[in-house]
């Protein structure tokens, strides 16, 4: 079920915080709080960003799941931009939202769900991008609306593609996204934001980008050493104590 109530939600200020910060800083951000395992919460290469030049994107996870290689039961007359009951889903989870969507075949992406009408679709009920395990179409029609796509491939056809289940947990890329949990992505790929440390995380970015900052300095710096390098890692190293 989605998630509701306004402790999960952040207020627009603070989404437009994290809308700022790229998703290696973000990750890095994170992992300080402990509430998971550095190794986990984002989707692993097969996920890629498709429009690497559009900024970071947030937004609350609406999701379904696919199939494209063979037929849906009802038999092949269907139409498949007609689901008024995943789009009224996808209205029940908090703007902004990202459509999260599993293709379940073997491999996936045989056939392409998004193309440029449910792209349109997708934006106009608040989305702002997409991520799939499977693969997407009319990307060089799609771009230029703004609307980002993540996906492990692009397809020709739509071929059988589907939807047969919305609402529930799904995977991909390795990663388990729940509706209404809090996505986040950008040209390096996609990950989850704890939403119970979520609006603490802007300013652990912002101490991790001032402690970045010094030591790139110093390793352009004219008088750069390995001993001053050791001195500043072993001070940031106490900073990190102190947190």
Known sequence: MPRSGKANHLTPEQLDELRQLST???ASAIEPFGVRLSNAGFADSTVRCQFRD????????????????DPPMGGDDYFYYDRPDWWKSILAIPPPRVAVIEDVDHPPGLGAFIGIVHA???KALGCVAVVTNGAVRDIGDIQPAGFQLFASSVAVSHAYAHLFDFGG??????LSIAPGDLVHGDLHGVQTIPLEVAERVPAMARDILKRRKRLI????APDF???????????EEEEKLKL
């Open 24 to 26: 290696c800083v973000t």
């Open 54 to 69: 559009l900024p970071p994107v947030i937004g609350y996870a609406a999701t379904a799941r696919i199939r494209s290689q």
């Open 120 to 122: 349109q679709i997708l």
């Open 169 to 174: 947990t799904v995977r991909v890329g390795g």
């Open 217 to 220: 300095e110093l390793c352009r």
């Open 225 to 235: 050493s390995l001993e001053t390098l050791q001195k500043l890692m072993k001070e």
